[in-house]
């Protein structure tokens, strides 16, 4: 009896524990899942395919003078975010492309190479506020003799900005994402 109640007891706390946990991932997308470094210096920026906000936070930091080049990563968006950096002021030398990855992982798997070939130490993930946790282990996962850095893009970042609703699926999904990468690769997000 005493060990039937134990039992009931500990899966009723893990229940509430659970509660909490997904009721604060729900409630703090931002606090929970955004990475920024904040302003630092390195030899590259590395930008996500995906959305074009990250080709357009990548052209600041590089006016900004975060870094001297810049590798765009990504099937299907490298020449599109290319032509995004150039219209935005980063001339064509500073751009170099990796076009074959289509997921986070093939974009740390097949960018790190090219990095460690261009001597790079340290270097910048640019990518949106909600993939930039992620982003950021994985790099860190296949690579920890590099120093990485997240500066991401805020596109859809408040709650008031009329874009979040058009982003609100994509954070959520984010959650799963880190479940699957953690199960899957071993990439821990904390």
């Not at 290319?82 to 992982?105: C, F, M, Q, W, Y």
């Not at 190479?113 to 640019?126: K, N, S, T, W």
């Not at 874009?163 to 954070?171: D, L, S």
Request: proline share 5%; net charge positive.
């Amino acid at each position: 009896m005493k060990l039937r109640r134990k039992i009931l007891k500990t899966f009723l706390a893990l229940a509430v524990l659970l509660a909490l946990l997904a009721a604060g991932a729900w409630f703090f997308p931002r606090q929970i899942l955004t990475m920024d470094s904040g302003p630092v210096k390195a030899d590259v920026l590395v930008v996500l395919g995906g959305f074009p906000d990250r080709a357009v936070r990548a052209a600041e930091l590089f006016k900004q003078g975060a870094a001297p080049k810049i590798l765009v990563t990504g099937f299907g968006d490298c020449l599109s975010n290319k032509h995004l950096l150039e219209r935005d002021g980063v001339t064509n030398t500073a751009i170099i492309l990796e076009p074959k990855s289509r997921t986070t992982r093939e974009n740390a798997e097949f960018s790190i190479p090219i990095l460690r070939q261009m001597g790079a130490h340290r270097v910048i993930i640019v990518t949106t506020w909600y993939h930039s946790r992620r982003a950021l282990a994985c790099f860190e996962h296949y690579a920890p003799d590099i120093q990485f850095y997240s500066r991401p893009s805020y596109f859809g970042y408040p709650r008031t900005d009329s874009n979040r609703k058009r982003i609100n699926g994509y954070v959520e999904f984010e959650y799963v994402k880190l479940l699957g990468y953690w199960a899957r690769y071993g990439v821990w997000p904390i």
